[in-house]
């Protein structure tokens, strides 16, 4: 994964930027991405938080025609810029939307940072079982990924935007529909900023001893 060859990582959340080193994946700075300023690494991969993304099979993307693939992505063209990266763990190719000025303001403090899709970080996460389904909920403040899995495939890899735990609940209550997952055996992976109330509002719906959490809270985990 293009994380492990980096030397430092950016986060950019909500207008938000956090840097971590990827030595000891500690949290180096935080605050508006106005007052981002240079890193101290020049190996540095940055991700982005974009809501506009789609997951295209390898076998079916052709660089030639990332227009008509970016036309189902999103339907803003103006101050962006298409972005891919590879997902191995799926064979396909994420594509996404970069804003300009994002893009810009992180270019002139590091003009060699790479650009990857915050989704990048949970679509690569090795699958540890498949007899299960299983729903990973990644969390950030007032945003939310949700991946499904059924017989370890992804059947579904979405982002909402959320107030509170009833959003996260509804959120994750429509994606298992979708998906067609018996609740009573599917496994619940959280990971990020939550807080107790989703777990008592979730333990409603998914049989308590599936929902599995992480100690540490905060965005940090995704790492």
């Not at 590879?86 to 994420?94: E, Y």
């Not at 940072?113 to 403040?141: A, G, Y």
Request: glycine letters at 2%; one cysteine or more.
């Amino acid at each position: 994964m293009a994380m492990n060859n980096a030397e430092s990582i950016i986060f950019i959340i909500n207008d938000q930027f956090y840097t971590f080193s990827n030595k000891d994946a500690s949290l180096n700075l935080s605050g508006p991405l106005s007052e981002f300023k240079n890193s101290a690494n020049e190996n540095t991969i940055a991700y982005i938080d974009a809501s506009h993304f789609n997951i295209i099979p390898e076998f079916l993307f052709k660089e030639t025609k990332i227009d008509s693939f970016l036309s189902l992505t999103t339907e803003k063209i103006d101050s962006i810029t298409p972005v891919t990266n590879k997902i191995p763990q799926l064979n396909s190719v994420l594509l996404w939307t970069l804003e300009e000025t994002i893009k810009k303001k992180l270019i002139l403090k590091n003009p060699g940072i790479t650009f990857h899709h915050f989704s990048e970080l949970f679509l690569n996460e090795p699958i540890d079982q498949n007899l299960h389904p299983e729903i990973k909920l990644r969390l950030s403040e007032n945003i939310i990924y949700i991946l499904c899995y059924k017989k370890g495939k992804l059947q579904i890899a979405n982002r909402f935007n959320i107030s509170g735990p009833e959003d996260i609940t509804y959120y994750t209550l429509l994606c298992a529909e979708h998906c067609h997952l018996n609740k009573e055996n599917t496994l619940l992976n959280i990971k990020g900023i939550y807080k107790e109330k989703l777990i008592e509002q979730l333990n409603k719906y998914f049989n308590t001893k599936n929902i599995h959490t992480t100690t540490d809270q905060s965005i940090k985990s995704f790492i």
